[in-house]
């Protein structure tokens, strides 16, 4: 895949939406689509017809929460060839800014609280805080145009995992999600660990607040020095010594965030006095005396550019977009970029997608974990949904709710953790087809059949290719194809 | 693939212990539960709702016994399948229902619950399709967070799919395809059809509870009957929450617990009769988040409080009673006259959630104790 692009291209890209949203636009139902916060796009449906996944299919499995029916032949005529098409859409997902989105947008912007300042993010109740930042992933993944910009909001959301039920981040995971996560998910990755270090969330989740040393006696407290070497940069057998995390620790003593019983709640601030000041050692980096504030961006060059955290990022990158076991030569490729465009997010990205094992490896071998199988679903049968929160238990029976995954390593990114939520995606699949969810869930399988061209279309498009002799019959012998499908082996995988 | 319900669901020969929780919603009063002996105090202040010394049931000689309305518990008590404790709760100082169920079903300031997180980080193989089973309406907090959790009202109205329509054919046909293809799926889908497969055959059978059991017919009484019947179809089931509401008694609590201790007792004892030597393999854990204040109010019940009492039935258990109830003695008193709290109530799970496999997990499933 050649990653570069002219400027009539990436023209013609912006075209495309921008025609899409003026066909919206004067089609005169902008308030039902208000309304329907999750009123699918409409757009010809072609389905896959190869006997295997494809490129195009791949790529579509692996960059965004699963393809809208019609989003196939509409990445397929980007180019000449599959290879084209792909390298197209791989450079608009990566320029997230230029896509249009005003749909998600508006959806989202009615829910109001996400968007209030962090001090005002207090007068809200916590439940509600959940529910709205709830109910917006679930619109963005859904409905949002940058897909791969939102799945990388999930991956860094799982790498710098914040448990929303912990003392005040039930207030302030709402601004790490906005100015942390969603703000840097495609930028920097310093950038982004230096946000996260200093985020008011974090600061509460791994106790940095009460890392100080005033005086002889006191500790630092080690938790997020810890937890950022092992989890966010470095990994364990990274080759930090337990003398690394006290020095960290040291290093980012003074640095804590007000509580909501004073004034400025929520403000992230550095006390000189309880900052240690002496001279610290750090993966074998000297830091002199007296560095006071500026110690926390000495660490965190040392640490967020480390060849250790280049390969653990890079296989996580890797375990993501490419399989639960990747290769070294993967791991290494993507790491390299990491290094050498200095952690810019997008170059690691490409670095990943243009890897022999992502683009001739095994396709359809990921497992969708539950956010991604609801959500592939629901984009799968353009299903119409006015109240996300009624897949949110289906989501909490599965244990995949987002912002609400207990220990800071996040939810598991491979398959095994997640095999014994067979029983509950079935009952999801059966019951989205049946229009049972809830009423205000709406899927029409006679439309989707009609439109795919009869039952093997629709199938082909949600399987990312033709079914097989197996599953036609399954599907003929089952009388509920949506159902059937759905449930079936091959929409677990991705 | 053929649904035959002989073959092993969870891995282990299908031994699989099950921890049940009950959970007495809204404070039950521990000092009527497990009324002190030989405490003048008490009857100071409660000269109303006391439970008299002559009918307490005696637990030897520890300074505490079971409220008359537990006669069907003393003997399980006497052939050492009981632990009482008294003076359990949490570190919850808000005395309010909803933080402290909160508090104690999430054990502390984590997202979900323990037992969720019990299913999710034990060792051992992952849970499988009915490993946890919540009776009633809604997932109740302490399971959030398990990998996979099922909430049911009974087993008649547990079904694939939201209940309309058949789904045979569509699980006929599942089969066949999950078990057409290699990958790690395969298996889980050959066991969540036969669990599935020994659920269906568990309603149509409806057999009868086991060794003279007999179960009143009310809600707790009915999730336990199902509790039982799961534990005998060995669908895997490892964990399980029912609730028993309604403990909360500001006025008139003689005449507002005293029929939830019989249902509570009775329920009990006829789930440890029906599944006899079974229950080696079964914990039940008798929880509330916080027992009452010592002194009756003005209108013959009691008010928030702290210490509550708990229990716990099972094969490993020693029947005895796990410390000692507090001493009711001003100056003793917390807060605005409430029981300690003696026994956190993470030290009363910690060695069960062992028992049940949790192995290396429990500084994950219990981070702040």
């Known amino acids: 895949m050649k990653p570069k692009i002219s400027d009539d291209l990436s023209r013609r890209i912006f075209l495309r939406g921008a025609m899409g949203v003026s066909l919206f636009a004067t089609s005169g139902c902008e308030k039902i689509e208000d309304f329907l916060g999750m009123e699918p796009q409409e757009g010809p449906v072609v389905p896959p017809s190869g006997e295997g996944v494809d490129l195009v299919s791949h790529v579509l499995n692996r960059l965004t929460f699963g393809p809208d029916p019609s989003e196939y032949a509409r990445v397929k005529g980007l180019g000449v060839d599959d290879e084209s098409a792909v390298a197209f859409f791989l450079e608009e997902q990566l320029s997230p800014n230029e896509i249009e989105d005003k749909r998600t947008q508006r959806a989202v912007r009615r829910l109001e609280a996400i968007h209030a300042p962090l001090g005002e993010l207090y007068e809200y109740k916590e439940d509600h805080l959940l529910e709205q930042l709830t109910r917006a992933t679930l619109i963005r993944a859904t409905r949002s145009r940058r897909q791969l910009f939102e799945v990388m909001v999930h991956f860094w959301s799982d790498h710098f995992n914040i448990d929303i039920s912990k003392k005040e981040c039930r207030w302030l995971k709402v601004a790490d999600d906005r100015e942390v996560v969603r703000k840097h998910a495609m930028g920097n990755f310093s950038a982004l660990l230096k946000a996260s270090a200093l985020s008011p969330a974090m600061l509460w989740y791994l106790d940095g607040r009460e890392n100080r040393k005033s005086g002889e006696s006191e500790k630092p407290n080690e938790n997020y020095a810890r937890e950022l070497l092992e989890l966010h940069t470095l990994g364990v057998g990274g080759g930090y010594t337990q003398k690394d995390v006290m020095e960290v620790a040291r290093c980012l003593s003074g640095w804590t965030v007000r509580g909501k019983d004073r004034f400025f709640k929520g403000k992230v601030e550095f006390h000189a006095d309880a900052h240690d000041d002496g001279a610290k050692v750090v993966l074998g980096n000297e830091i002199a005396s007296g560095g006071g504030r500026k110690d926390l961006d000495d660490i965190l060059e040392i640490v967020g550019m480390h060849p250790s955290t280049a390969r653990f990022l890079g296989r996580k990158l890797c375990i993501r977009f490419i399989s639960d076991d990747p290769s070294e030569a993967s791991i290494k490729k993507v790491a ?48 119409r949904v006015s109240s996300e929160m009624d897949v ?40 989205l087809a049946r229009n049972e969810v809830s009423k205000n869930i709406k899927v029409e399988e006679e439309v989707l059949i009609e439109k795919a061209g009869g039952v093997d279309g629709l199938a082909a498009s949600l399987l990312g290719r033709n079914p097989s002799v197996e599953e036609k019959a399954a599907i003929e012998r089952s009388g509920e194809p949506l159902a059937l499908l759905m449930a079936s082996p091959g929409f677990q995988w991705k | 693939m053929e649904m035959k319900d002989t073959g092993i669901i969870s891995g282990n ?64 008590y006497k052939e050492g399948g009981l632990t009482v404790a008294p ?28 037992l969720g997180r019990f299913l999710r980080y ?4 992952p849970p499988s399709a009915l490993s946890a089973v919540a009776l009633g309406k809604a997932m109740p907090e302490v399971l959030r967070g398990a990998p996979a959790a099922t909430v049911m009202e009974s087993l008649e109205t547990f079904s694939l799919g939201s209940g309309s329509g058949p ?71 490892e964990a399980v929450s029912i609730d028993l509401n309604g403990w909360d ?29 079974l229950m080696n393999a079964v ?13 009756e109010n003005s209108s013959f019940g009691t008010d928030h409080g702290r210490g509550g009492s708990m229990f716990v039935m099972g094969g490993s258990e020693r029947g005895n009673v796990l410390g000692e109830m507090p001493v009711i003695e001003t100056g003793i008193l917390v807060g605005p006259g409430d029981v300690p709290v003696v026994t956190d109530y993470r030290d009363l799970l910690s060695p069960i959630l062992i028992r049940h496999g949790a192995g290396r997990a429990m500084d994950k499933i219990f981070p702040e104790n």
């Open chain 1, 392 to 431: 949110v238990d289906y989501l909490i029976r599965m244990g995949h709710a987002p912002f609400q995954y207990p220990t800071p390593d996040g939810y598991p990114d491979i398959a095994s953790p997640w095999t014994g939520t067979l029983l509950w995606r079935w009952h999801f699949a059966i019951a």
């Open chain 2, 283 to 295: 914990t039940v854990v008798v929880m509330t988040e916080f027992g009452r204040r010592v002194a």
């Open chain 2, 167 to 237: 789904t045979e054919s569509l699980q006929t046909e599942l089969g066949a395809l999950y078990g057409a293809k290699e990958n790690i799926l395969g298996p889980v889908a050959r066991d969540t059809l036969q669990a599935l497969g020994r659920v269906e055959r568990l309603r149509r059978e409806d057999l009868p509870p086991e060794n003279g059991a007999e179960y009143r017919d009310d809600s707790f009484s009915n999730g336990l009957r199902q509790t039982a019947r799961l534990i005998k179809a060995r669908v895997g089931l």
């Open chain 1, 336 to 383: 390299g970029t990491f290094l050498s465009s200095n952690g810019n997010i997008k170059e690691t990205l490409r670095a990943v997608f243009a890897t022999q094992e992502f683009l001739q490896g095994p396709r359809a071998q990921k497992l969708k974990r539950p956010f991604e199988f609801i959500v592939s679903a629901l984009r799968g049968v353009r299903a």
């Open chain 2, 122 to 125: 034990r060792e051992g193989r």
């Open chain 2, 249 to 277: 008694s500001h006025i008139a609590q003689s005449s507002l617990i005293s029929p939830l201790m019989t249902l509570l007792s009775e329920g009990l004892a006829a789930f440890h009769r029906d599944l006899g030597e």
């Open chain 2, 13 to 76: 020969g299908d031994e699989q212990a099950t921890l049940v929780v009950v959970f007495l919603r809204g404070g039950a009063d521990g000092l009527t539960l497990v009324p002190p002996v030989g405490n003048s105090d008490y009857y100071k202040v409660r000269p109303t709702l006391a439970v008299a010394e002559k009918d307490i049931l005696k637990l030897g000689d520890a300074n505490c016994g079971l409220n008359p309305a537990f006669s069907g518990l003393l003997n399980i």
């Open chain 2, 87 to 114: 003076g359990v709760g949490s570190s919850d100082k808000t005395r309010s229902h909803f933080y402290a169920q909160d508090l104690m079903e999430h054990g502390g300031q984590l997202a979900g619950g323990w």
